[in-house]
């Protein structure tokens, strides 16, 4: 191989392996923390204990979520200096600041309140307890904001001049932080986040009601299935409403990037030449070499739709787009082409994932919402196991039942395909840019850093980040399957210790009961 | 003042704080490998940490994302010049990270033991690897005319960068015992003492020894033009050497409390003594000193700065009150029956 494509395509292999893995873990941090905090909140206003088991047992699965996600995201706040010192030289006064300000807003927000919550348990007034979640979950979407407005920076390049030296200098902070490309762009993984965060209550929590329905009824827990049924809907409701959102942001961001990056969108749908009005396409195997796809179905008019808002405007096609960009910045028109194969499969898995865990959450919410579920002759207490009903006087059939159980508990892997394939689409539809129309990833790159380390390196993240997946899964998959903890709810306010030698107040400052076990320990 | 030097400025408060906080964490990931005897005491140090490590780390992060900001030609020069130094750090900081939150949660011997020698060996080599990599910016690296560094991973290793090496991570463990004997209770207590009496010890000769190289090599004739003179880093010399004395004094009094603040006050000089004898430079070059990378020639333009000045100055009064305050409720000693079944 050819060594300088080499050291291009290892630094693009390890951003690729290092980001796409750090995503499985950032959007459950953004929603499961939110979805905690809300399960907390319900807890402390109406006191019912299904509640605070639930925000213990989605409590320990965030943090073990959020303990991977903080320690992959170390590594890429660095290795924007180690692979792509051109890059970080480039564009330092520009992309530098939201990563700052990511650091100083947000990580010491999340980072210091998570270690509050965790341990506050027994040390903190119930309700200031209850307000350290939620400033871990607002951190967490500072923190997405900061790094997104960044990244649609590099799609969108905008308040910025190239100085004397070479660099980019920024001209305008707010258009940085506020164009509409990062607007957008943050509204529709906010969106994807939750609905990752749908899915992962969904499953989990279906997948405890199906091993609690297996049981003979003696050994079913009351104390499970108050809680796991909560959360079910809890995650349908969140599956169904985060799902229209992100169908809604989606369409957005696709407008903007129909404008902006229009050859991003034309290789997502394979459109080789420009049409009007043009169609969707929903299944293309074409070549590349060729320029044309061999076989195609399509949905005419959607694309412009899609686009433009109307059903016959011209969507502009690969080669037109590559002509005017070679036209512009020189070259060859094919030095304009992205990934297509990979484009075009990665905006179909984004949306099809997206979609089906969306039409779940629906199919989920109706097939168990209360009339149904709880028709009254069939309703049986809280903690009771429930049955699939289809109407109020047939019960689903019992291998149509089981498989909805199998299929709830399997939701939990959708959106994150979908996540991980979206912001591959995003990535490379960008290509051969790293900013958009203003540096190209072959000139991004580290000068002094050898293949030698870059492999090196590579192959050393990619083998911890298997081992790290494999623990992790064993992790989750032990406290999923502990269940819905028993734990009683603390009964006593720390609040409620007055000053004295037991309390806060006590003279040391030390409290005299420093030796009653901590609520929480390591 | 300029906005640069004031930028030099915040990126050292930041280190410092970050040393300063993380310093007694890796002092204590590392105690867990020697002094606690059972698994009870073992928790014990962890929780000491246990609800400020993760915040303490932010400290990095900020320093990181300042000097992105701030100069991005340090940031770029220097992390892809020490890029295998570095890609050891990240390993060892991702396997620490997991290995607080993973440790508890299996039962299991071999799974906790696992995970403590993870805590242990990673906590060692990022307290020793921070020592050589600072040792390196400020003795110089091999730097060309392209503000690129050429030299390779062997350059990095050398008798001054070792013997920082060997600074930081006695001092780190200095700190963290000092920070455990504040924490703790009972026998544990007595035994994090003497281990810090011992680190104490060992950290006094290495530490001089470092300081009095850095200050003899950067400090007197060397000071590039611009500099402060070797007045302000002697000054931060006599001061670090000073509280570390005093703090293994008051370490064998028995005053925890002295002792820790003091053990800080060593950290806090010893580091802003390398970033004076660094300054006006931010990463000197050891080819020629013509094409060091300087506060000016490595920094954003005026504007970023400002920006940056402007959320710094809104910002840091927060984080740091909610921060002291994160001490202030975790405020109590911990000792084995505070650890449950």
């Not at chain 1, 320990?60 to 924007?80: R, S, Y």
Request: proline share 5%.
């Amino acid at each position: 191989m050819n060594l300088a494509l080499a050291h291009e395509t290892i630094a693009r292999w390890q951003f690729g392996v290092t980001t796409v893995y750090h995503f499985l873990f950032v959007p459950l941090t953004i929603s499961l923390s939110g979805l905690t905090a809300g399960l907390q909140t319900a807890w402390i206003r109406t006191g019912r204990e299904k509640y605070f088991r639930a925000t213990k047992f989605w409590g320990k699965l965030f943090l073990i979520n959020l303990a991977m996600g903080v320690v992959t995201g170390i590594v890429q706040e660095f290795q924007f200096g180690m692979n792509w010192s051109r890059y970080s030289r480039f564009v330092g006064d520009v992309f530098g600041p939201p990563l700052a300000m990511e650091a100083l807003v947000a990580f010491f927000l999340e980072s210091t309140f998570i270690g509050l919550w965790i341990f506050g348990w027994d040390r903190l007034p119930r309700r200031l307890h209850c307000a350290c979640i939620w400033a871990v979950s607002v951190g967490t979407l500072f923190s997405g904001y900061f790094i997104l407005s960044a990244n649609s920076w590099m799609q969108h390049p905008v308040g910025y001049h190239v100085g004397a030296n070479g660099r980019a200098q920024l001209n305008d902070i707010w258009r940085v932080l506020f164009q509409n490309t990062a607007l957008v762009q943050a509204f529709h993984t906010f969106t994807a986040a939750y609905l990752s965060g749908g899915a992962f209550m969904v499953g989990i929590a279906g997948y405890l009601i199906m091993r609690q329905r297996r049981r003979p009824e003696a050994d079913r827990q009351p104390v499970q299935l108050g809680a796991a049924r909560t959360s079910l809907r809890l995650g349908l409701v969140t599956l169904a409403v985060s799902g229209i959102l992100v169908a809604i942001s989606g369409d957005t961001l696709g407008k903007v990037m129909f404008e902006q990056q229009p050859m991003k969108m034309a290789s997502a749908e394979a459109l080789w030449e420009t049409e009007a009005p043009a169609p969707f396409s929903v299944f293309a195997i074409g070549d590349v070499n060729k320029g044309h796809n061999t076989v195609e179905w399509q949905i005419p008019g959607l694309l412009s739709f899609l686009a433009h808002n109307n059903f016959h405007d011209a969507v502009p096609g690969i080669k037109d787009t590559a002509a005017k960009e070679a036209a512009r910045y020189g070259g060859q028109p094919k030095d304009y082409y992205p990934m297509i194969p990979t484009t075009y499969w990665g905006f179909r898995w984004m949306i099809g994932f997206g979609m089906f865990s969306f039409l779940l959450g629906l199919a989920g919410l109706w097939l168990t919402r209360r009339r149904f579920w709880l028709a009254p002759e069939h309703r049986r207490g809280d903690d009771q196991v429930p049955e699939l009903m289809l109407t109020r006087k047939t019960a689903l059939n019992a291998f149509l039942t089981r498989w909805s159980w199998r299929i709830a508990a399997s939701t939990l892997f959708f959106p994150l395909v979908g996540n991980s394939w979206g912001w591959i689409f995003t990535e490379m539809g960008r290509q051969p840019w790293v900013v958009f129309g203003v540096m190209r990833t072959a000139r991004a790159e580290s000068p002094n850093v050898t293949v030698g380390n870059q492999v090196f390196s590579l192959t050393v993240f990619t083998l911890l980040y298997a081992v790290l997946a494999v623990i992790e899964i064993g992790l989750l998959k032990k406290y999923a399957q502990a269940g819905i903890p028993e734990e009683e709810p603390p009964t006593r306010d720390p609040r409620l210790r007055g000053p004295g030698p037991d309390g806060p107040g006590g003279p040391d400052g030390s409290g005299g009961d420093s030796d009653r076990p901590m609520a929480f320990a390591y | 003042m300029h906005l640069t030097d004031f930028w030099f400025l915040v990126i050292a408060i930041l280190w410092i704080g970050y040393f300063f906080l993380e310093g007694f964490d890796f002092g204590v990931g590392i105690l867990v490998g020697v002094v606690a005897r059972d698994d009870r005491e073992r928790r014990v140090l962890i929780n000491t940490i246990g609800p400020v490590w993760d915040g303490n780390e932010v400290w990095l992060l900020t320093a990181g994302g300042a000097t992105f900001a701030a100069f991005p030609v340090w940031y770029a020069t220097l992390f892809s010049g020490f890029y295998l130094a570095l890609l050891v750090i990240l390993v060892c900081l991702i396997v620490r990270g997991v290995a607080f939150e993973f440790r508890g949660k299996r039962s299991g011997r071999r799974w906790q033991r696992n995970w403590e020698h993870a805590l242990f060996v990673t906590s060692l080599l990022v307290a020793f690897l921070w020592g050589v990599a600072f040792a390196n910016i400020v003795r110089g690296v091999k730097i060309d005319a392209d503000e690129v560094y050429v030299g390779g991973f062997w350059d990095l290793i050398n008798g001054y960068a070792l013997l920082g090496g060997f600074t930081t991570l006695f001092l780190f463990t200095f700190h963290g015992a000092a920070f455990a004997a504040l924490k703790t209770l009972g026998p544990i207590r007595a035994r994090v003492r003497r281990a810090a009496l011992l680190t104490g010890g060992v950290t006094a000769v290495l530490a001089s020894a470092f300081l009095i190289w850095t200050q003899v090599d950067q400090g007197l004739g060397a000071t590039p033009p611009g500099g402060l003179g070797g007045g302000w880093s002697l000054a931060a010399l006599i001061i670090a050497v000073v509280a570390l004395v005093s703090a293994l004094a008051f370490a064998r009094l028995q005053r925890d409390g002295w002792s820790f603040a003091l053990s800080g006050v060593t950290v806090v000089a010893a580091v802003a003594m390398l970033f004076l004898s660094l300054y006006p430079d931010v990463l000197p070059s050891s080819l020629d000193p013509s094409w060091s990378l300087t506060v000016s020639n490595a920094s954003s333009a005026n504007y970023t700065l400002t920006v940056m000045t402007i959320v710094a100055c809104v910002m840091t009064p927060v984080v740091l009150a909610y921060q002291a305050w994160t001490y202030w409720v975790f405020r109590r000693r911990i000792g084995v029956s505070a650890i449950p079944q």
